[in-house]
């Protein structure tokens, strides 16, 4: 599985990347909305997953995923918004601009992994079997 | 505060403790669940260390025992936790009962151990979401736990953040609950579906009208076997004929009592009780 990771902090990049690569993904990241478009263009090959934080400069994740959606050829990507704003409202207006999945800042390793399942993105079952819970 | 600065050795009271009012097995391994279980319980109760617990629980201290019954019980759970028998419950059992219901139009679904709620609201979801002509049925979401304080936070249906994001899809969350504050309340609607009940699984059983579908899903795990034999007896002798028994992902099925017919179904296997 690929994954573009972007979010202005280095440590959150830092940590999702970790995550992910510790289910098998192949992890590129981007510092804003713009850095994450280029390597889009720029890419071989489409990521399967892209997680996408809110606030960040030259081009915040609301407008990022409005952009990738627009390209019929990003279609096949699954987005997700990572992001403080726990507003419902908000997560309204991610949904509509066309993120599949929106996950709230913090977050434990074990709720992105269920997001990522939810959303049938191939989680290990090993990793699974392992989340906590009662 | 190091809760095991002093040369006594609590463990070995904490385990028959726990087992005699949980019937929960804490092995060697299980010692940290223990101490990082108990802390906040030694800290709130103003105790100095786990033994002070101790004493206080010899000595019968009723609210003590509830404390650390429910610190020792509950656990951070998620919504549609491992998602595939929630996929079952919506493909394949709901539609069996409710055709082999048809007549009477009344379906029962027991949560045997609901802990917080995440369980129960899950499936309450999946009714509403999928199945609008049960609003036309009598349908009863009966959920039991052992834990006073988990069943009472499942009560009250408000969650945290960090509980939100285990699990819950977006749109659900957008259509079931509403912001308050730091938390998020789930819909009247949804909680008036779900009856909540204070039950131990490895006590005599409270009189329970015949389910549809029983789950009892990560619970045997902490059980002894001759435990784990009587719960899942009370659940056959619970389960209408031709209702459905859903565990968890983890959980042998060696003991289930003759008269289940396990089905493959969504990538998971759940087990259907014979008609007579």
């Given at each position: 599985?690929r994954?573009l990771?972007?979010?202005?902090s280095?440590?959150?990049?830092?940590l999702?990347?970790?995550?992910?690569?510790?289910?098998?993904?192949?992890?590129?990241?981007a510092?804003?909305?713009c850095?994450a478009?280029?390597?889009?263009?720029?890419?071989?090959?489409?990521?399967d997953?892209?997680?996408?934080?809110?606030?960040?400069p030259?081009?915040?994740g609301?407008?990022?995923?409005?952009?990738?959606?627009k390209?019929?050829?990003?279609?096949?990507m699954?987005?997700?918004?990572?992001?403080?704003?726990?507003?419902?409202?908000?997560?309204?207006?991610?949904?509509?601009?066309?993120?599949?999945?929106?996950l709230i800042?913090?977050?434990?390793?074990?709720a992105?992994?269920?997001?990522?399942n939810l959303?049938?993105?191939h989680?290990?079952?090993?990793?699974l079997?392992?989340?906590?819970?009662? | 505060?190091?809760l095991t600065?002093?040369?006594?050795?609590?463990?070995?009271?904490?385990?028959?403790y726990?087992?005699?009012?949980?019937?929960?097995?804490l092995t060697?391994?299980?010692?940290?669940?223990?101490?990082?279980?108990?802390?906040?319980?030694?800290?709130?109760?103003?105790?100095s260390?786990?033994?002070?617990?101790?004493?206080?629980?010899?000595?019968?201290?009723?609210?003590?025992?509830?404390?650390?019954?429910?610190?020792?019980?509950t656990n951070?759970?998620?919504w549609?936790r491992?998602k595939?028998?929630?996929?079952?419950?919506?493909?394949?059992?709901?539609?069996?009962?409710?055709?082999?219901?048809s007549?009477?139009?009344?379906?029962?679904?027991?949560?045997?151990a609901?802990?917080?709620?995440?369980?129960?609201?899950?499936?309450?979801?999946?009714?509403e979401?999928h199945?609008?002509?049960?609003?036309?049925w009598?349908?009863e979401?009966?959920?039991t736990?052992?834990?006073?304080?988990?069943?009472?936070?499942?009560?009250?249906?408000?969650?945290?953040?960090?509980?939100?994001?285990?699990?819950?899809?977006?749109?659900h969350?957008l259509?079931?609950?509403?912001?308050?504050?730091?938390?998020?309340?789930?819909?009247?609607?949804l909680?008036r579906?779900?009856?909540f009940?204070?039950l131990?699984?490895?006590?005599?059983?409270?009189?329970?009208?015949?389910?549809?579908?029983?789950l009892l899903?990560?619970?045997?795990?902490?059980?002894?076997?001759?435990t784990?034999?009587?719960?899942?007896?009370?659940?056959?002798?619970?389960?209408r004929?031709?209702?459905?028994?859903?565990?968890?992902?983890?959980?042998?099925?060696?003991?289930?009592?003759?008269?289940?017919?396990?089905?493959?179904?969504?990538?998971?296997?759940?087990?259907?009780?014979?008609?007579n």
């Amino acid at each position: 599985m690929r994954a573009l990771v972007v979010d202005d902090s280095r440590a959150m990049r830092a940590l999702l990347t970790n995550i992910l690569q510790s289910i098998g993904a192949e992890v590129t990241q981007a510092k804003d909305g713009c850095d994450a478009l280029a390597r889009l263009r720029s890419a071989d090959r489409l990521p399967d997953l892209m997680l996408v934080d809110w606030h960040m400069p030259e081009m915040d994740g609301l407008e990022l995923i409005k952009q990738v959606r627009k390209d019929p050829a990003w279609k096949p990507m699954t987005v997700m918004m990572v992001t403080t704003e726990s507003e419902q409202e908000n997560m309204v207006r991610a949904l509509l601009a066309g993120a599949d999945e929106y996950l709230i800042k913090p977050f434990t390793r074990d709720a992105v992994l269920e997001k990522l399942n939810l959303l049938g993105v191939h989680v290990p079952e090993q990793a699974l079997a392992a989340l906590t819970g009662g | 505060m190091t809760l095991t600065a002093r040369e006594e050795d609590t463990f070995p009271f904490f385990q028959d403790y726990i087992f005699a009012k949980s019937a929960i097995v804490l092995t060697e391994e299980k010692r940290y669940l223990v101490e990082t279980r108990l802390a906040p319980v030694v800290q709130q109760a103003n105790l100095s260390c786990l033994g002070d617990l101790m004493r206080a629980l010899l000595r019968g201290d009723r609210q003590l025992e509830t404390a650390v019954v429910d610190a020792m019980t509950t656990n951070e759970t998620s919504w549609f936790r491992d998602k595939s028998p929630f996929e079952a419950l919506r493909d394949h059992v709901l539609a069996e009962r409710m055709t082999a219901n048809s007549g009477r139009r009344a379906l029962s679904i027991w949560s045997a151990a609901c802990s917080t709620g995440q369980e129960p609201y899950s499936v309450a979801m999946i009714l509403e979401a999928h199945f609008p002509e049960l609003s036309f049925w009598n349908v009863e979401i009966l959920a039991t736990d052992l834990a006073a304080g988990a069943l009472a936070r499942a009560r009250q249906g408000r969650f945290s953040a960090l509980e939100i994001n285990r699990g819950l899809p977006a749109a659900h969350l957008l259509q079931y609950f509403s912001r308050e504050g730091a938390h998020f309340q789930i819909n009247d609607s949804l909680k008036r579906r779900v009856l909540f009940q204070q039950l131990n699984l490895a006590q005599t059983w409270p009189v329970i009208p015949p389910q549809d579908v029983i789950l009892l899903r990560n619970v045997l795990i902490y059980f002894d076997a001759p435990t784990r034999q009587r719960v899942l007896a009370g659940v056959r002798a619970n389960l209408r004929p031709g209702g459905f028994l859903l565990l968890g992902a983890a959980e042998t099925t060696r003991e289930l009592v003759g008269g289940f017919v396990p089905i493959s179904v969504a990538g998971t296997t759940v087990y259907q009780l014979k008609e007579n």
